[in-house]
């Protein structure tokens, strides 16, 4: 007798398939949920693996190397994802970011931004082609990534000083590399580039003020992330966040800063530039400063779950629909239903202490790695 083996790929979130209304309706560019946020940001995961063990989000301890990731007969294609996208962008998704995991890890992943970047708007217009990334393979694939379609990159980087940022990738990945790979960026014209920094009270935010000196008198953006508490393996603590507003008084005594408008609705960094005229930067505050209110992003897992929230506790199972032959129409409909009955604000709820709401049940949350930050 032979063991059935079971893939866990079904079964690590709560799932539904959603629902095909009986009247379908084709995309119309606006579409908004209960609190009339619009639909506008699609952020795909195109892998759950990484090569890095960044504490706050791929601990060590949980996703060793006998972790069983997601196998590759679960993960959407990317004629799939195209699909997918496609229909979000009728529904008026004018930007898109890949993400992971680590996305650059994801073969032939220029396939991808080539299929992507032929996409356009309903008023004509190409999407915002974005990738965020730990630059570890960057210096290889800048280049090709540029050349088949991407615009912009954004990279995680938690430290200048060597040792300390090899303690928090937990790879041993050294920080020149990193560098390097920003520089790579750069001469492909990918921009512009994006560095973004999470700040754990305690173990980097001593680096805060040398990230400032680095980046000052350059095109890159600097943009300091509360540790948040996404999924249920980092092992966050209240007291490990380093509100948004400390690390701005601490850049304002050696770098005097004034406050900017923001770009557009919906956007999570609140900027700031330097009075002298030598940079920006921006904090992101989903812990002290929700922005719950203005959210406009969808993000999809990489085996295809749409999910409302970064920290939401099911998602909705779009690639039952696309390989069970349901025509765009029908899975656009389901989309457009989903969304307009979206209500999600965690963290809204955590600030008054209800949390729990969300969902309306207190399961797992999603893993950062697995959706994307």
Same mark, same amino acid.
């Given at each position: 007798?032979?063991?059935?083996?079971?893939?866990?790929?079904?079964?690590r979130?709560?799932?539904a398939?959603?629902?095909i209304?009986?009247?379908?309706?084709?995309?119309t560019g606006?579409?908004n949920d209960?609190?009339a946020r619009?639909?506008r940001?699609l952020r795909?995961?195109?892998?759950?693996?990484c090569n890095f063990r960044c504490?706050?989000?791929?601990p060590?301890?949980?996703?060793?190397?006998q972790?069983?990731?997601l196998?590759?007969s679960?993960?959407?294609?990317?004629?799939?994802?195209t699909?997918?996208?496609?229909l979000?962008?009728?529904h008026?998704?004018h930007?898109?970011?890949?993400?992971?995991?680590e996305?650059l890890l994801?073969k032939?992943?220029?396939?991808l931004?080539?299929?992507?970047?032929?996409?356009?708007?309903?008023?004509?217009q190409a999407v915002?082609?974005?990738l965020?990334t730990?630059?570890?393979?960057?210096v290889?694939?800048?280049?090709?990534?540029?050349?088949?379609?991407?615009?912009r990159?954004t990279?995680s980087?938690?430290?200048l000083?060597d @040792?300390?940022?090899?303690?928090?990738n !937990?790879?041993?990945? #050294?920080? /020149? =590399? &990193?560098?390097?790979?920003i520089?790579? *960026?750069?001469r492909?014209?990918?921009?512009?580039i994006?560095?973004?920094?999470?700040?754990?009270?305690?173990t980097?935010?001593?680096?805060?003020?040398?990230?400032?000196?680095?980046?000052?008198?350059t095109?890159?953006?600097l943009?300091?992330?509360?540790y948040m508490?996404?999924? @249920?393996t980092?092992g966050?603590r209240? !007291?490990e966040?380093? #509100?948004? /507003? =400390? &690390?701005?008084a601490?850049i304002?005594? *050696?770098y005097p800063?004034?406050?900017?408008?923001?770009?557009?609705?919906?956007?999570?960094?609140?900027?700031w530039?330097?009075?002298?005229?030598?940079?920006e930067?921006?904090v992101?505050?989903?812990?002290?400063?929700?922005f719950c209110?203005?959210?406009?992003?969808?993000?999809?897992?990489t085996?295809?779950?749409?999910?409302?929230?970064l920290?939401a506790?099911?998602?909705?199972?779009?690639?039952?629909?696309?390989?069970?032959?349901?025509?765009?129409l029908?899975?656009?409909s389901?989309?457009?239903?989903?969304?307009?009955?979206r209500g999600d604000?965690?963290?809204?709820?955590?600030?008054?202490?209800?949390?729990?709401?969300l969902?309306?049940?207190?399961?797992?949350?999603?893993?950062?790695?697995y959706i994307?930050?």
């Amino acid at each position: 007798m032979v063991d059935k083996v079971i893939p866990l790929a079904d079964h690590r979130y709560a799932s539904a398939v959603p629902l095909i209304p009986a009247n379908l309706a084709a995309p119309t560019g606006t579409l908004n949920d209960t609190l009339a946020r619009p639909l506008r940001d699609l952020r795909i995961s195109v892998t759950d693996r990484c090569n890095f063990r960044c504490g706050y989000c791929m601990p060590k301890a949980v996703f060793t190397p006998q972790y069983e990731f997601l196998p590759h007969s679960s993960l959407l294609t990317f004629e799939e994802i195209t699909r997918l996208a496609r229909l979000f962008v009728a529904h008026g998704v004018h930007k898109i970011r890949l993400t992971g995991g680590e996305p650059l890890l994801r073969k032939g992943i220029d396939q991808l931004v080539r299929q992507l970047s032929e996409l356009r708007t309903p008023e004509g217009q190409a999407v915002d082609l974005t990738l965020t990334t730990n630059a570890s393979l960057l210096v290889k694939k800048a280049q090709l990534l540029r050349d088949a379609g991407l615009q912009r990159i954004t990279v995680s980087l938690d430290a200048l000083d060597d @040792a300390v940022f090899r303690r928090m990738n !937990d790879a041993d990945f #050294p920080v /020149a =590399d &990193v560098l390097e790979g920003i520089e790579a *960026a750069e001469r492909a014209g990918l921009g512009p580039i994006k560095v973004n920094m999470v700040v754990k009270r305690g173990t980097n935010d001593h680096e805060i003020l040398p990230m400032a000196a680095h980046f000052r008198h350059t095109k890159v953006t600097l943009r300091f992330i509360e540790y948040m508490d996404v999924g @249920a393996t980092n092992g966050w603590r209240m !007291d490990e966040v380093l #509100p948004s /507003a =400390d &690390v701005i008084a601490r850049i304002n005594d *050696a770098y005097p800063l004034e406050r900017l408008d923001s770009n557009e609705r919906g956007e999570t960094a609140r900027r700031w530039r330097y009075r002298d005229g030598s940079g920006e930067i921006g904090v992101i505050s989903s812990v002290t400063q929700a922005f719950c209110r203005d959210c406009n992003r969808a993000r999809l897992s990489t085996e295809g779950k749409l999910f409302l929230c970064l920290f939401a506790t099911h998602g909705h199972d779009l690639r039952a629909l696309l390989r069970g032959g349901a025509t765009d129409l029908e899975i656009a409909s389901a989309i457009g239903l989903v969304w307009q009955r979206r209500g999600d604000r965690y963290s809204d709820l955590r600030a008054t202490g209800g949390e729990t709401a969300l969902d309306g049940a207190a399961p797992r949350r999603v893993e950062m790695h697995y959706i994307g930050g």
